[in-house]
């Protein structure tokens, strides 16, 4: 794969450096009139894309001032911007003879090095760009796609989590064009995971979120418990006490099966979303299938520590679809997709970098398959409880358990509102009035929920 990069950023950036190059000249140097004009005139064909002419009126500048050190590395970019690299490189090279050099000078100079596929000159050149000058965020995006090229993609992956900092966009385009540090590749004889995640003590309540908080009340009240409030059962828990919605994946596999080809689908139904959580790798797309006659304000959220951080915000207009990028901060763990406006409706995600992972059932349980022998860490992530890991070892055509339980006294969520008796909101919305007193046209409640407010234990963690 050849090194390349858009034509508008070589407009904008060869244009940049021609300006700045002929201002110091005009500081540091005293032209004859006629080297003078030819700057000049070539300043104005660099800014409108004539790099023909802008070459000739640079050499002309030459002719006249030989010594020129700036019209000289001018004369390199416009060379390489009409792709006569080796040209460009010997005026560089002339220009840095004569002294010339700083951060744009270097970076151009690499630009030219990774057309002529001199890949290790070309990250040495912007390395020292860099270190001359650490801002330019597009001389990082570049040399992270050289490392790439060259096969250094730790390296380039390090670049991205350099650019994420600075410049979300070009951190996540070269992401998408660096790899995981997972290859494909066939799997023989490969053994099985199974077992079950379960969850002791006092079983945490369902939150409760009070429709009239929400727009849109009348249409979301279509799943709701009947008395205006959605139910989010963030802790389901059959009652032999397997917990659902943990995600379980196989740690340090750099070789095995394809991720889904399918991409990702999350439905959006009654202000509601089908999946409260997934596995996902960084950067990947997921389809959201807004089947409401409503709008939904969908953003995206990373967590890291103690961080939260809203990444993305984009309406999903009504029975319409969008794709949504799940790119997070390199190295953060979870995954957060939300509707601003119904902050009932909401998926969570646990971050993966490969394949060998699943969610547990409704009885807890879990099933990983064609797993590559080895010996492996595995961890248990549940968005509100501390995450557990295990270590199993798979051996080759056999299957193996692993079995993970959670203590319900180690709950870390707030619960809103958790009790719904008696609230002050609910007679307003059992009226048959509207608040400006129209007669209600609320749609029937069509999935019933149900909201247990008491007190349940599983096993003999019950306090005395």
Not at 11 to 16: H, S
Not at 122 to 135: G, T, V
Not at 306 to 324: E, F, I, Y
Request: overall charge neutral.
């Amino acid at each position: 794969m050849r090194f390349s990069f858009t034509n508008i950023r070589w407009i904008a950036l060869a244009a940049a450096i021609g300006a700045v190059g002929i201002a110091v000249s005009a500081t540091t140097h005293s032209f004859a009139g006629t080297s003078e004009e030819a700057l000049h005139r070539a300043k104005i064909l660099s800014q409108k894309g004539d790099w023909n002419g802008a070459i000739l009126e640079f050499e002309k500048a030459l002719q006249e001032k030989p010594d020129d050190a700036v019209a000289q590395a001018n004369l390199g970019v416009a060379l390489s911007r009409v792709d006569r690299h080796r040209e460009a490189l010997l005026s560089f090279q002339k220009a840095l003879e004569m002294g010339y050099d700083n951060a744009n000078f270097r970076y151009f100079r690499g630009l030219s090095l990774a057309k002529l596929s001199f890949l290790e000159e070309a990250a040495q050149e912007i390395e020292i760009a860099l270190q001359k000058d650490s801002r330019m965020v597009h001389a990082d995006y570049d040399l992270g796609l050289i490392y790439h090229q060259l096969g250094w993609d730790e390296k380039a992956r390090n670049q991205v989590a350099k650019l994420y900092k600075r410049n979300y966009k070009l951190a996540q385009q070269l992401h998408d064009q660096v790899p995981l540090d997972y290859k494909i590749s066939s799997v023989d004889q490969g053994g099985t995971l199974t077992g079950r995640v379960n969850l002791v003590g006092l079983v945490p309540k369902a939150r409760a979120f009070h429709l009239i908080h929400a727009p849109n009340i009348e249409f979301c009240s279509r799943m709701s418990d009947g008395k205006g409030h959605r139910i989010l059962y963030d802790f389901t828990v059959s009652k032999k006490g397997g917990l659902q919605d943990t995600v379980i994946a196989i740690q340090g596999i750099k070789k095995g099966k394809s991720f889904p080809r399918k991409m990702q689908t999350l439905e959006l139904k009654r202000c509601h979303a089908n999946k409260y959580v997934i596995g996902i790798k960084n950067g990947e797309n997921i389809l959201i299938e807004n089947t409401d006659p409503i709008k939904h304000e969908i953003a995206t959220y990373e967590i890291y520590g103690a961080h939260r951080n809203q990444t993305s915000n984009k309406s999903v207009l009504p029975v319409n679809s969008q794709v949504r990028s799940a790119f997070i901060k390199p190295g953060a763990p979870e995954f957060i997709l939300k509707c601003n406006l119904h902050p009932f409706l909401q998926t969570r995600g646990y971050i993966v970098d490969n394949p060998y992972f699943a969610i547990s059932n409704a009885e807890g349980n879990f099933n990983i398959e064609n797993i590559p022998p080895g010996t492996y860490d595995v961890t248990a992530w549940h968005p509100f409880v501390p995450t557990q890991s295990g270590t199993i070892t798979i051996e080759s055509g056999k299957s193996a358990q692993l079995n993970f339980t959670f203590k319900g006294e180690d709950a870390r969520r707030k619960l809103y509102h958790d009790d719904t008796e008696g609230y002050r909101f609910n007679t307003w919305f059992d009226s048959k009035e509207t608040f400006y007193g129209d007669i209600r046209k609320d749609d029937p409640v069509e999935v019933l929920q149900h909201f247990d407010n008491s007190e349940r234990y599983i096993g003999d963690l019950k306090p005395f």
